[in-house]
């Protein structure tokens, strides 16, 4: 989160959604992308979404309020039609390679910044 509020600054998401994609987003726990969805807040926006796939639906199979049995499958078939449409544009899109980010802190009140920046 810091690396992307470093590219677009604190108010980066004012007034939207953010939704989060791409292979390091689909390699996370469930935790960790319920902690980024939460944190998009501190870019400014409203929430922030990954869309649900099999580390969702896992996720939710057996807890207290889940469906069950054939009414599991028929919402996991729903759950499936809830991601951005094929060729739908954005106001804004922020690519990130994960593996070039560095460990990052943040030093108040200042911007984000690597571990490495004096």
């Given at each position: 989160m810091?690396?992307?509020?470093?590219k677009t600054?604190?108010?980066?998401?004012?007034?939207h959604?953010?939704?989060f994609c791409g292979e390091a987003i689909r390699d996370?726990?469930?935790?960790?992308r319920m902690t980024l969805?939460?944190?998009?807040?501190?870019?400014?926006?409203?929430?922030?979404?990954?869309?649900p796939d099999e580390t969702t639906f896992n996720?939710?199979?057996?807890?207290?309020?889940?469906p069950k049995g054939k009414d599991f499958d028929d919402a996991v078939a729903y759950w499936k039609t809830l991601k951005t449409d094929d060729?739908?544009?954005?106001?804004?899109?922020?690519?990130l390679q994960a593996a070039e980010i560095a460990?990052?802190?943040?030093?108040?009140?200042?911007?984000?910044?690597d571990l490495g920046d004096g």
């Open positions: 810091l690396a992307i509020i470093g600054g604190s108010a980066g998401g004012t007034g959604v953010v939704e996370l726990s469930m935790e960790g969805c939460n944190m998009a807040i501190e870019m400014g926006a409203k929430a922030g979404l990954v869309a996720y939710v199979r057996g807890r207290l309020h889940a060729g739908a544009t954005f106001d804004t899109v922020v690519t460990p990052q802190v943040t030093r108040a009140p200042t911007r984000a910044s």
